[in-house]
């Protein structure tokens, strides 16, 4: 089973300007979710989708963030413009079903650097 | 008080050593709880879930005290191969899996 790809995999920017993330989950699975991993912190939400639905986005920053999944497949995430702040790694997962459990799978991660 | 909250370490341990993680949380309508582990530089992966009953899987055994709303997991032997950060994650009823900062373990030989 493939599993879920992001990308770019590193980017590096300037303060105020604008960046986007990809994601394709595994296939099959309707539920998606971006996470921001700040250095030394666990994961944090930024917003769920079900199918091309949001599901939550009470933490995403919507002056600066963004984010769709129009087709409910891939999804993308934007910030702009970009803070110092926004430094971190952002994951996207999807969720699936193992026996007696959700199991939420994550992407190895896009790693952003605010300059 | 933060919903999910770990002892951050660094848990310094020999190899062989059994060591001890726990994890406390906030929503007592929580329903599911998982302990999943994270390499350096490398995305969270589920290690495993973490039943009312309590369960075992190899070398790790995870308990959950929902009166305590109270959850651990037990190294026992631990290998080299153990060193990374172990994430307590608790998922309330109709939200998204909510993650603790993680405990950093380093087995050294």
């Known amino acids: 089973e493939a599993g879920v790809a992001q990308s770019p995999r590193y980017k590096i920017i300037e303060k105020r300007q604008s960046v986007a993330f990809w994601c394709n989950p595994i296939s099959g699975h309707a539920t998606l979710y971006w996470y921001q991993q700040i250095l030394g912190q666990g994961p944090k939400l930024l917003i769920q989708?079900?199918?091309?639905?949001?599901?939550?986005d009470s933490q995403l920053p919507k002056d600066r963030f963004s984010a769709e999944r129009l087709k409910g497949v891939d999804s993308t995430l934007k910030i702009q413009p970009a803070k110092l702040e926004d430094s971190a790694v952002y994951l996207c997962a999807s969720l699936g079903w193992d026996p007696g459990a959700n199991v939420l799978t994550f992407g190895a991660g896009s790693r952003l650097t605010v300059l | 008080r933060k919903e999910v909250e770990q002892d951050p370490g660094p848990f310094n341990v020999p190899e062989g050593a059994t060591v001890a993680f726990n994890c406390t949380y906030s929503n007592s309508a929580s329903q599911s709880f998982f302990w999943y582990r994270q390499d350096c530089r490398k995305e969270p992966k589920l290690l495993m879930s973490?039943?009312?009953s309590g369960n075992e899987d190899g070398r790790f055994t995870a308990q959950l005290n929902r009166a305590s709303q109270y959850i651990s997991l037990l190294i026992r032997d631990s290998k080299l191969s153990d060193s990374a950060t172990y994430l307590c994650?608790?998922?309330?009823?109709?939200?998204?899996?909510?993650f603790g900062k993680g405990t950093t373990l380093s087995v050294s030989s």
């Open positions: 973490v039943y009312s």
């Open positions: 994650v608790v998922n309330p009823a109709g939200t998204a899996l909510i």
């Open positions: 989708f079900q199918n091309n639905g949001v599901v939550d």
